[in-house]
């Protein structure tokens, strides 16, 4: 049975690259900053406050949920966005522990 070339690597180390691969777009970095400056779950279209069309603004929401970023619930005939609070801080810390790993102070290369 062929396997997949993530399982080779540390089950964190794939997690934060499925992270990383959810923020590494503008318009996902604005909707999760525009999310947060609304302090509550936003109702509406989201697509009213970013330059893109409403068909793209729903692939970066797509790729937001599946990364569990951000909650997306159906209300009636409009859906309800909220930051996924436990999950942005379980990012926050991993993003904040790899990045210490990456200190280069100390480095004399190149």
């Given at each position: 049975?062929?396997t997949?070339k993530?399982?080779?690597f540390?089950?964190?180390?794939?997690?934060?690259?499925a992270?990383?691969?959810a923020l590494?777009?503008?318009?996902?970095?604005h909707i999760?900053?525009?999310?947060?400056?609304?302090?509550s779950?936003?109702?509406?279209d989201?697509?009213?406050?970013?330059?893109?069309?409403r068909?793209?603004?729903?692939?970066?929401?797509k790729e937001?949920k599946n990364s569990?970023?951000?909650?997306g619930?159906?209300?009636g005939?409009?859906t309800n966005?909220?930051?996924n609070?436990?999950?942005?801080k379980?990012l926050n810390s991993?993003?904040t522990?790899f990045l210490?790993?990456?200190?280069t102070?100390?480095t004399?290369c190149?």
């Amino acid at each position: 049975m062929a396997t997949s070339k993530t399982e080779l690597f540390d089950d964190s180390l794939v997690e934060d690259a499925a992270f990383f691969k959810a923020l590494a777009h503008p318009a996902r970095l604005h909707i999760l900053q525009f999310l947060a400056e609304t302090k509550s779950c936003f109702t509406g279209d989201i697509s009213d406050e970013l330059p893109l069309g409403r068909t793209t603004v729903n692939q970066h929401l797509k790729e937001l949920k599946n990364s569990g970023l951000i909650i997306g619930q159906i209300s009636g005939s409009r859906t309800n966005y909220c930051l996924n609070s436990e999950l942005i801080k379980r990012l926050n810390s991993r993003t904040t522990n790899f990045l210490s790993c990456l200190n280069t102070e100390e480095t004399n290369c190149c």
